[in-house]
């Protein structure tokens, strides 16, 4: 579906960058044509700054959502979540990313997760990047204890990863 969304503002770069931020943000567009998280609205003039469009980009990209039933059910139930990867040293919990060869195949989050059960550690949030919406899309693993060295090299031989790291402390 979201090749479908992506390929509606094909012909429209600087609406397609407002599509790219709505989605990567989770930010929803409410009824009356704002921009929000939550009940906390973003001003249209914001997320023009951020993207580097004008204003008007930006309300027209919503009020072709709004005119859209499709992107229009989408958009009013998007959702963002809190993301821990950057706060995550800071509350004494490891991250590790996950480079797969293929995002689009199946089974690679069962892999890592089976993998690392078996080696003891409690994943606290899995969050993979969605392939039609991110070039270089990869799994971001937290868990609660310090990564071991093995368990990178056992995740790296998986077949369907391509490279594995650990995020640094900020």
Known sequence: MWK????????SPSQKKVIELLLERGFQVTPEGKVASGRIEIAHTQIANEIGVDRRVV???????????ELKKIFENIRSIAFLAEVAPLLGLSVVIIHPKDAKAKGILGEVA????????????????????????????????????????EIGKLKSVKGVQIQPPT
Not at 59 to 69: F, G, Q, W, Y
């Open 114 to 153: 089976t993998v690392m059960a078996r080696r003891g550690l409690s994943i606290r949030q899995a969050v993979s990047d969605d392939p039609y919406l991110v070039d270089a899309p990869k799994l971001t693993i937290i868990t609660d204890k310090n990564i071991p060295g093995e368990l990178i090299e």
């Open 4 to 11: 479908e969304v992506m390929e509606k503002f094909e012909g």
């Open 59 to 69: 309300d027209m990209t919503v009020k072709r959502i709004l005119a859209e039933p």
